[in-house]
């Protein structure tokens, strides 16, 4: 997959419009939890700035529904930007509203203008043909650089698209990094290749797990999703989460990685709770001695000591999604160990996004881990192998 480049293309001087990813955790007090997104735009944003550019950047943050709500203002964003450009960024009151189009018609080479949320416009989210021309028209050339949100057809990533030719768009180099990373990781992976998989449901990650099939060696099953596959095996999970009408689909999927000759991996043993509860209690139990009443979540130090042995040999790693109930300390140990294993491991590490990304970084590991997306969403349809809807219209032609 070979997208127009930010390289490739004459930026020089020009004034560019770059979209973003700046939806980062922000506590009550306006203090960022975690800048690696803005961190990510860093690379493309400089690029630009040496080539004189004038530079107007926009992004979403937080689910504001098209109305203007000062708690998902972008204005600690533009303070972290500050820090880590050392550069005035220029804020703006609105998107595209008096202020922004003054301050865009006013911006010169060097100079650095944030809009403010694009969600604060109910036509961003509707790909709104009026919005994606008022946004375009500020600007000469269009660059994505949104990993995280280019599976969206929204105005400000795919409808924007439209009002630039081919030698006036491109993606940056956080966008390109994402998609050659995961075409690669699915094309022509070192081997031998294992997708770790968790997270609560089979629903989320069915077609992703359909599409890996052929592509991998070993795949590991974790999270609340495992329960749904022990259930069509037979065993009692008690009232662990269970997507029932999911059940036959999940023998298929099993006997699909027989078919492939695919080595298919579920828990042994789980940390078993009375309810859904930090102050609940639990025990450890073997899959086949679940308490009738009780829910798994967590695998158990068994699974734990078994998905290290079928990791030892790989040469691959994909992780995308958690072994258990991560954010409840009682029932983050599995996917804990399992982290530290991977991040340790010598082999070629990828971490999709979203939780797993958030585990990693809760316990101090991104460091060690190969390659961590920024986007969680975004990455579950890569590995679903589909084209993203603000990739498309940057593909190069032939």
Known sequence: MQLLSIKDCDIKNKKVFIRCDFNVPIDDYGNINDDRRIRSAIATIQFCLDQ???IILASHFGRPKGEVDPKYSLAPIARRLNQLLRVDVKMAEDVVGTSAMSLAKALKSGEILLLENLRFEKGETKNDPALSASLASMAEVYINDAFGVSHRAHS??????????????AAGFLLQKEIQFFSTLLERPVRPFAAIVGGSKVSGKLEALINLLPRVDKVLIGGGMAFTFLKALGYNVGNSLVEDDLLEEALNIMAEAKRLGVKFYLPVDVVAAEKFAPDAASRLCTVQEIPSGWMGLDIGPATVRLYRQVLNDVQTILWN???????????????????????????????GGGDTADLVQRIGLDEEISFISTGGGASLELLEGKILPGVKPLLKKG
């Not at 258990?324 to 971490?351: L, P, Q």
């Open 321 to 351: 999604g958690p072994m258990g109930v991560y954010e409840m300390d009682r029932f983050a140990r599995g996917s804990n160990k399992i982290a530290h294993f991977v991040a340790d491991s010598y082999a070629t590490t990828v971490v």
């Open 52 to 54: 004189g550019c004038a």
């Open 156 to 169: 400000s990533v795919e409808g924007i698209t439209a009002h630039f030719d081919d030698a006036h768009k």
